[in-house]
């Protein structure tokens, strides 16, 4: 298969995953192009998962949700040469930084639309025991149901996407010092990679 339009399949997966609500569907059109593309073309030696991993996602693209395989399908495309460029040594991300600190815990997750495909990505980008993502209001977040998930053993840290559930900020804070989690402030919604460089950013002022 082309080396080229994998690397674009890579790149469109990535931002369709990492998508806010009014961005994603544009962004699984552009998705749908690529694989059928891709399925047209013959399987190369060394290719055969691939082409499984793409039949298992096409039909998951047309009910507008990720295959089970997606991760797997992931893993196979990250080993593949950027095309046109030599392999060289990948450096050090924030994501690889979060992984090290959230590895096997869990993370919580308040506000906005708690949607199994973001969960899974928060997941297995950074190798958690589980995603806790309670469904919020935006107008009457409540500290009485919050405060069972903040003070759970197993939570490494609290993000609290703000842009949508603003009015909670001060409560959360309060009983994140209160049961000792690192409370992330995320502005920019559901980016895994914005979320990652977050979560080291609170790492450092907390010394850890």
Same mark, same amino acid.
């Given at each position: 298969?082309?080396?080229?339009?994998?690397?674009?399949?890579?790149?469109?997966?990535?931002? *369709?995953?990492?998508?806010d609500?009014?961005?994603?569907?544009?962004?699984?059109?552009?998705?749908?192009?690529?694989?059928?593309?891709? !399925?047209?073309? %013959?399987? =190369?030696? =060394? @290719?055969?998962? !691939?082409?499984?991993? !793409?039949?298992?996602?096409? $039909?998951?693209?047309?009910?507008?949700?990720? #295959?089970? #395989? *997606?991760?797997?399908?992931?893993?196979?495309?990250?080993?593949? %040469?950027?095309? &046109?460029?030599?392999?060289?040594?990948? %450096?050090?991300t924030?994501?690889?930084?979060?992984? @090290?600190?959230?590895? &096997?815990r869990?993370?919580?997750?308040? =506000?906005?639309? $708690?949607?199994?495909?973001?969960?899974?990505?928060?997941?297995?980008?950074?190798?958690? #025991? @589980?995603?806790?993502?309670?469904?919020? #209001?935006?107008?009457?977040?409540?500290?009485?149901?919050?405060? $069972? *998930?903040?003070?759970? /053993?197993?939570? /490494? /840290?609290?993000?609290?996407?703000?842009?949508?559930?603003?009015?909670?900020?001060?409560?959360?804070?309060? !009983?994140?010092?209160l049961? &000792?989690?690192p409370?992330?402030?995320? $502005?920019? &919604?559901?980016?895994?990679?914005q979320?990652?460089?977050?979560?080291?950013?609170?790492?450092?002022?907390?010394?850890?």
């Amino acid at each position: 298969m082309d080396l080229k339009l994998l690397n674009t399949l890579r790149f469109e997966l990535d931002r *369709y995953l990492n998508a806010d609500d009014d961005e994603q569907e544009r962004h699984r059109a552009k998705l749908v192009k690529c694989v059928d593309e891709l !399925l047209r073309q %013959p399987v =190369g030696a =060394g @290719e055969g998962m !691939l082409r499984r991993f !793409l039949d298992e996602l096409r $039909p998951a693209l047309a009910e507008r949700r990720v #295959s089970a #395989s *997606y991760v797997q399908l992931v893993r196979e495309l990250e080993k593949l %040469p950027r095309a &046109g460029v030599k392999a060289v040594e990948v %450096p050090r991300t924030d994501a690889d930084a979060a992984r @090290e600190l959230l590895r &096997g815990r869990a993370l919580l997750v308040i =506000g906005g639309i $708690p949607r199994p495909e973001h969960m899974e990505n928060l997941r297995s980008t950074f190798e958690l #025991s @589980e995603v806790v993502w309670p469904e919020t #209001s935006e107008t009457k977040p409540t500290h009485v149901v919050l405060e $069972p *998930y903040i003070a759970r /053993a197993d939570v /490494a /840290a609290v993000v609290l996407l703000i842009r949508w559930i603003r009015h909670a900020l001060n409560e959360v804070a309060e !009983l994140c010092e209160l049961h &000792g989690k690192p409370l992330v402030r995320a $502005p920019g &919604g559901y980016n895994v990679n914005q979320i990652a460089k977050l979560v080291v950013e609170q790492a450092k002022r907390r010394g850890e």
